[in-house]
C-alpha cells in the first residue's frame, strides 16, 4: 500500500466513507421487493467498480510529485485556470487550524440553536466566534446583538412564521 | 406567426411584472443581493439561491423565478468590480476580465473598465436572453416527441456529462454521481411505498431533501474554504472607481463585432451541461485577442478584453445559453441552473416541454422579469459602484459566521426540522473534502435532482415496455441517446489516446 501520508488521509477517510454509503446500499438492497431493486441492482456493478477504480489510485503506490499529493479544484483567488492546474499544499498551519475550528463552530452553531432556538442560539454562537478570534469591536459586537433582534423581527413580527424555540424552552414548557 | 406569439407572450408578460409594484420591487431585491453576493469573492449567486429559495414559499411562482434569475445574472454584473478594482475574481467567470481589467484600475482607469463591464454583461445577457427566448418553445415541440425511455437517458446522460466536463477526473465525477443517486434512493420507494435505507430513523423516511444538502454543499463548503484563506483585507486604492463610467459604458458599441461574437460564443457554451461560465469567458477571451488587430495590447489594459469576458459571461448565465437545456430537457446547464432547477421543483414546476407548452405565460413573465432585472442591474452596478467595492472589504472572519446562520434558517425553513440543519452541516463538512479530493459536488447535486427522475422514467417505460428492458434500446430516440452518452464518456479518453498516438508517431 502506498505510504499514508498525512496528505492523503483525507482522500483515504473520503473513500471509506464512500465505500459505506455503497456497501449500505448492496446490503440494504436485498432486502427490497422486487419491484423497487431493478433499478438499484443496474447501478450497483458501475458504483462498485469506479469505487475500485478510485480506491486503486489510493492504495497503489505511484509516482510522489508534488501534482500527486492533491487535486486542486480552484485556485485561492476563486479563478479558475483551464486545462492543468498547479498543485496546492496540503491546509496546514493556520490554513487546517481555520478550518478546524470553522468546523467546530459550525457544530456549536447546531448544538445552541437546537438547545436555546435560532434566537438565543445564532446571539451564543456569534459571542463565542467572536471570542475565538479575539475579534470584540464596536461591529462585530453590534453584528451579535443585531443578528438575533433582526432574526426576531424578522420572523415573529413582519413574517409571523416563528422559528425554532429550542429544547430548553420545549422542557420548561411542560 | 411564431415570432408574434413570442413577441405577443413577452409583453404580456412585461404587463405582469410592471403592473405589479410588488414585482419590480422583488426584482429590485434579486438584483441588489446578486451585485453584492457576486462582488464579495468566494460567495456568488449559489450560496445566495440556496438560502433565499426556502424563503420564497409565499411568493407567485413566475416571480419566484425571475428573482432567482436575476439574483443569478446581477451576479454576473457585480462580479466584475473585485476583478478590476482588486484583481480578484468575484466568481470564475470575471476571472478574464481581471487580466486586462486590473491594468486598466492601475492606469486610473478603473470607472471606465467597469463602466465597459457592466455594459457588455447587459449587452450580452439581452442576446442570451433575446435568442433563448427565440429558441427554446420551438426546440421544446421536438422535446415532446421525448417518452419515459427517453427521459431516462437524458437523466443519465446530464449526470454523465458533467462528471465528464468538471474538474478532477471522469472516475471520481461518476463517483460522486453515483453516491448522488444513491441519496436520492433514500426514503419511500416511488413504486412500492416501502422505505429504503432508512435504518429505522423517522426523519430519513422522507428522505435527504436535496435542499439542506445543496445548501451544505455550496454555502457552509464555501465558507469552510474561506475559513482556510485570509480574505477581505483588500484595500480600496486612492483611486475614485465612478469615474470614467459614462466613456466605459460607450466603448461597448465602439467595438460591436467583438461584444456579439463574445455573446455568441457564451450562449453556444452555456447551453453544453458542466461547460460553465470561466469556460465561456476565457473562450471569448481568447478569441478576442486572436481576432484582434493589435493583439500585443492585451494583458496590459485593453477595453476589449473586458467587453469580450463581460459578454460571454452574462451570456452564458442565468438568462441565457445555461437555460436552454434547463428549461427544454430539465437537465442543468450548470451548477446555478441545478440551484434554478431546485428553485422550480421547490414551487411544484417541472422543468422540460410542459413547462414551456403548458405554462407559456408563466414562462414568458419569467423571462419579462429578466429582461427587467437586467436594466435594474446595469443602473445598480453603475450607481453603486462605491458601496459595493466597500462590501467587497468585509473580513471573512465577520462574513463565514452570518452566513453559517443564514445557511441554517434556510435548511430549518424548509421543513422546519431540526434534522435537515444537521445534514447541511454534515454535507458542507462533505463538500469541502470532496472539493479538495476531486470529487465533484456538483455531480452530487445533480444526481440528487436528476435520480427521481431518472427512477420514476425508468419505471414507467419498464411498464409500458411490458416489463422488458428493450424498451429502452429499440426506440430510435433512445438509441441516439444511447451512441451520443457513449460517446461523450468514451470520446474524450480515445482522442487523448489517439492524439498521444499521433505524437509518438511523429
Not at chain 1, 467498480?49 to 501534482?67: M, N, Q, Y
Not at chain 1, 443578528?147 to 409571523?160: A, D, K, R, S, W
Not at chain 2, 468575484?90 to 457592466?118: C, E, H, R, V
Not at chain 2, 432508512?198 to 435527504?208: A, K, L, V
Amino acid at each position: 500500500m502506498a505510504r499514508a501520508t498525512p496528505a492523503r488521509w483525507g482522500e483515504i477517510i473520503l473513500l471509506t466513507v464512500f465505500g459505506a454509503f455503497i456497501a449500505t446500499f448492496l446490503i440494504d438492497v436485498r432486502h427490497l421487493p422486487m419491484e423497487g431493486k431493478i433499478l438499484s441492482y443496474v447501478l450497483a456493478p458501475p458504483m462498485v467498480i469506479f469505487l475500485l477504480i478510485c480506491t486503486a489510485a489510493v492504495v497503489l503506490p505511484r509516482k510522489k510529485s508534488a501534482e500527486n499529493d492533491y487535486l486542486p479544484t480552484e485556485l485561492g483567488n476563486g479563478a479558475v485556470e483551464l486545462g492543468e492546474t498547479p498543485a496546492k499544499k496540503a491546509p496546514a498551519g493556520p490554513a487546517a487550524l481555520g478550518l478546524g475550528r470553522t468546523i467546530a463552530m459550525g457544530f456549536v452553531l447546531f448544538g445552541c440553536i437546537y438547545l436555546f432556538g435560532f434566537y438565543f442560539g445564532s446571539g451564543l454562537m456569534l459571542l463565542a466566534w467572536f471570542a475565538l478570534f479575539r475579534r470584540f469591536t464596536v461591529a462585530t459586537t453590534a453584528i451579535t446583538v443585531a443578528t438575533p433582534l433582526l432574526l426576531y423581527v424578522l420572523f415573529e413580527q413582519v413574517m409571523p412564521v416563528g422559528l425554532y424555540e429550542g429544547y430548553i424552552v420545549h422542557l420548561l414548557q411542560r | 406567426m411564431y415570432f408574434l406569439n413570442v413577441f405577443e407572450g413577452v409583453i404580456h408578460g412585461l404587463g405582469w411584472i410592471l403592473g405589479d409594484p410588488t414585482a419590480v420591487a422583488v426584482l429590485l431585491g434579486g438584483v441588489i443581493v446578486g451585485t453584492v453576493v457576486g462582488a464579495i469573492p468566494g460567495l456568488g449567486s449559489k450560496i445566495a439561491l440556496t438560502i433565499l429559495i426556502p424563503l420564497t414559499g409565499p411568493m407567485a411562482p413566475y416571480l419566484a423565478l425571475a428573482f432567482f434569475l436575476a439574483i443569478s445574472e446581477a451576479a454576473s454584473f457585480g462580479d466584475t468590480i473585485p476583478a478590476v478594482l482588486f484583481r480578484t475574481p468575484g466568481t470564475a467567470g470575471s476571472a478574464a476580465t481581471a487580466i486586462d481589467g486590473y491594468p486598466l484600475a492601475q492606469q486610473g482607469k478603473a470607472g471606465y473598465a467597469l463602466g465597459a463591464g457592466a455594459m457588455a454583461s447587459f449587452v450580452g445577457g439581452n442576446i442570451g436572453i433575446l435568442i433563448s427566448i427565440l429558441f427554446i418553445p420551438w426546440l421544446a415541440e421536438y422535446v415532446l416527441l421525448f417518452g419515459p425511455p427517453e427521459y431516462f437517458w437524458m437523466a443519465i446522460i446530464g449526470i454523465s456529462i458533467i462528471a465528464v466536463v468538471s474538474k478532477g477526473s471522469i472516475a471520481k465525477g461518476l463517483v460522486a454521481g453515483l453516491v448522488g443517486l444513491f441519496i436520492s434512493f433514500i426514503g419511500y420507494d416511488l413504486v412500492t411505498g416501502k422505505t429504503r435505507f432508512t435504518f429505522g430513523f423517522m426523519y430519513m423516511e422522507d428522505g435527504i431533501d436535496f435542499m439542506p444538502a445543496m445548501l451544505g454543499l455550496f454555502a457552509v463548503s464555501e465558507m469552510l474554504k474561506l475559513a482556510t484563506r485570509r480574505g477581505g483585507a483588500t484595500q480600496l486604492e486612492n483611486t475614485d472607481p465612478t469615474r470614467g463610467v459614462w466613456k466605459g459604458c460607450l466603448e461597448v458599441f465602439r467595438h460591436p463585432g467583438t461584444t456579439v461574437r463574445s455573446s455568441l460564443i457564451g450562449l453556444f457554451i452555456g447551453a453544453i451541461p458542466g461547460a460553465g461560465k470561466a469556460v465561456a469567458s476565457f473562450l471569448s477571451y481568447l478569441t478576442a485577442i486572436r481576432t484582434s488587430s493589435h493583439p500585443e495590447t492585451f494583458g496590459k489594459g485593453e477595453v476589449e478584453g473586458v467587453i469580450a469576458s463581460e459578454a460571454a459571461n452574462n451570456a452564458s448565465g442565468g438568462g441565457g445559453g445555461a437555460l436552454i437545456p434547463t428549461l427544454t430537457l430539465g437537465i442543468p446547464g450548470s451548477s446555478g441552473m441545478a440551484l434554478i432547477l431546485a428553485g422550480m421543483t421547490f414551487h411544484g414546476i417541472r422543468s422540460g416541454p410542459s413547462f414551456i407548452i403548458f405554462e407559456a405565460d408563466m414562462m414568458y413573465a419569467m423571462f419579462a422579469g429578466l429582461i427587467v432585472a437586467m436594466f435594474m442591474a446595469l443602473v445598480v452596478n453603475l450607481v453603486l459602484i462605491k458601496p459595493v467595492a466597500k462590501a467587497v472589504q468585509i473580513p471573512n472572519e465577520i462574513l463565514i459566521p452570518l452566513i453559517l446562520i443564514m445557511a441554517f434558517l434556510g435548511a430549518y425553513a424548509l421543513r422546519s426540522s431540526i434534522f435537515d440543519m444537521g445534514v447541511t452541516l454534515v454535507f458542507g463538512i462533505l463538500g469541502y473534502f470532496m472539493d479538495r479530493y476531486g470529487y465533484s459536488t456538483v455531480c452530487m447535486v445533480l444526481a440528487m435532482i436528476l435520480g427521481p427522475i431518472a427512477e420514476e422514467s425508468f419505471f414507467q417505460a419498464y411498464k409500458i415496455g411490458g416489463r422488458s428492458f428493450s424498451i429502452f434500446f429499440t426506440r430510435p430516440l433512445s438509441i441516439a441517446l444511447l451512441v451520443f452518452l457513449v460517446i461523450a464518456m468514451v470520446g474524450p479518453s480515445v482522442y487523448q489516446y489517439l492524439k498521444q498516438a499521433v505524437r509518438r508517431e511523429a
